[in-house]
Protein backbone atom coordinates (compact mmCIF):
# COMPACT_ATOMS: atom_id res chain seq x y z
CA UNK A 1 0.00 0.00 0.00
CA UNK A 2 1.54 3.25 -1.31
CA UNK A 3 1.34 6.37 0.94
CA UNK A 4 -0.26 8.60 -1.58
CA UNK A 5 -0.62 12.20 -1.15
CA UNK A 6 -3.90 14.36 -2.49
CA UNK A 7 -3.75 15.73 -5.39
CA UNK A 8 -5.17 18.46 -6.79
CA UNK A 9 -3.98 18.50 -10.85
CA UNK A 10 -2.17 21.37 -10.67
CA UNK A 11 1.69 20.90 -9.96
CA UNK A 12 2.81 24.44 -8.49
CA UNK A 13 -0.13 23.27 -5.48
CA UNK A 14 1.13 19.82 -5.38
CA UNK A 15 4.90 21.79 -5.13
CA UNK A 16 3.36 23.91 -2.42
CA UNK A 17 1.98 21.65 -0.59
CA UNK A 18 5.30 19.38 -0.35
CA UNK A 19 6.98 22.51 0.58
CA UNK A 20 5.03 23.38 3.23
CA UNK A 21 4.95 19.89 4.99
CA UNK A 22 8.78 19.63 4.29
CA UNK A 23 9.40 22.97 5.81
CA UNK A 24 7.11 22.12 9.00
CA UNK A 25 9.10 18.52 9.06
CA UNK A 26 12.26 20.55 8.92
CA UNK A 27 11.59 22.61 11.78
CA UNK A 28 10.26 19.35 14.02
CA UNK A 29 13.91 17.53 13.41
CA UNK A 30 15.64 20.87 14.46
CA UNK A 31 13.27 21.18 17.24
CA UNK A 32 14.16 18.04 18.53
CA UNK A 33 17.98 17.47 17.91
CA UNK A 34 18.17 20.78 19.95
CA UNK A 35 16.70 19.22 22.77
CA UNK A 36 18.74 16.25 22.52
CA UNK A 37 21.86 18.25 22.37
CA UNK A 38 20.83 19.77 25.62
CA UNK A 39 19.35 16.28 27.44
CA UNK A 40 22.91 15.51 26.80
CA UNK A 41 24.41 18.47 27.81
CA UNK A 42 22.79 17.67 31.16
CA UNK A 43 23.58 14.20 31.29
CA UNK A 44 27.57 15.92 31.35
CA UNK A 45 26.59 18.37 33.76
CA UNK A 46 25.45 15.83 36.18
CA UNK A 47 27.89 13.74 35.87
CA UNK A 48 30.56 16.42 35.90
CA UNK A 49 28.83 18.42 39.11
CA UNK A 50 29.61 15.06 41.14
CA UNK A 51 26.54 13.83 42.47
CA UNK A 52 25.88 10.48 43.79
CA UNK A 53 26.24 7.26 41.47
CA UNK A 54 22.70 6.57 42.97
CA UNK A 55 21.04 9.36 41.06
CA UNK A 56 23.35 9.81 38.58
CA UNK A 57 22.53 6.27 36.80
CA UNK A 58 18.81 6.57 37.07
CA UNK A 59 19.08 10.00 35.62
CA UNK A 60 21.41 9.06 32.59
CA UNK A 61 18.92 6.28 32.01
CA UNK A 62 16.04 8.59 32.15
CA UNK A 63 17.20 11.42 29.72
CA UNK A 64 18.58 8.26 27.38
CA UNK A 65 14.93 6.53 27.43
CA UNK A 66 13.65 10.64 26.36
CA UNK A 67 16.21 10.79 23.40
CA UNK A 68 15.16 7.14 22.56
CA UNK A 69 11.25 8.47 21.92
CA UNK A 70 12.82 12.10 20.25
CA UNK A 71 14.85 9.43 17.77
CA UNK A 72 11.73 7.07 17.21
CA UNK A 73 9.03 10.01 16.34
CA UNK A 74 11.18 12.85 14.97
CA UNK A 75 13.96 11.04 12.90
CA UNK A 76 12.36 7.80 12.05
CA UNK A 77 9.09 9.25 11.36
CA UNK A 78 7.52 7.16 13.78
CA UNK A 79 4.22 9.78 14.14
CA UNK A 80 3.56 9.74 10.97
CA UNK A 81 0.24 7.81 9.03
CA UNK A 82 1.20 3.98 8.24
CA UNK A 83 3.62 2.93 10.76
CA UNK A 84 1.14 1.25 12.61
CA UNK A 85 2.60 -1.94 12.45
CA UNK A 86 6.36 -1.05 12.79
CA UNK A 87 5.24 0.53 15.92
CA UNK A 88 3.23 -2.18 17.28
CA UNK A 89 5.84 -4.61 16.73
CA UNK A 90 8.62 -2.50 18.41
CA UNK A 91 5.96 -1.29 21.53
CA UNK A 92 5.82 -5.11 21.83
CA UNK A 93 9.62 -6.35 21.69
CA UNK A 94 9.99 -3.29 24.21
CA UNK A 95 7.12 -5.12 26.77
CA UNK A 96 8.80 -8.52 26.73
CA UNK A 97 12.28 -6.86 27.05
CA UNK A 98 10.94 -5.24 29.90
CA UNK A 99 9.60 -8.06 31.57
CA UNK A 100 12.23 -9.44 31.05
CA UNK A 101 14.53 -7.49 32.48
CA UNK A 102 12.32 -7.43 35.76
CA UNK A 103 12.04 -11.24 35.46
CA UNK A 104 16.10 -11.43 35.76
CA UNK A 105 16.41 -8.66 38.18
CA UNK A 106 13.93 -10.61 41.18
CA UNK A 107 15.67 -13.72 40.11
CA UNK A 108 18.41 -12.03 41.51
CA UNK A 109 17.68 -9.76 43.92
CA UNK A 110 15.10 -12.40 45.76
Do not use: C
Not at 52 to 75: E, G, K, M, N, T
Not at 77 to 88: I, V, Y
Request: proline share 4%; aromatic share 18%; charged share 10%.
Amino acid sequence: MANHQPTSGNPRVDIEYRRKKNKEEMKHQVTSFSLMIFLTLIAFFAVGYGYSHWFIAPFIILLAVIQVIFQLYYFMHMSHKGHEAPSLFLYSGVTVGAITVLAFSTIIWW
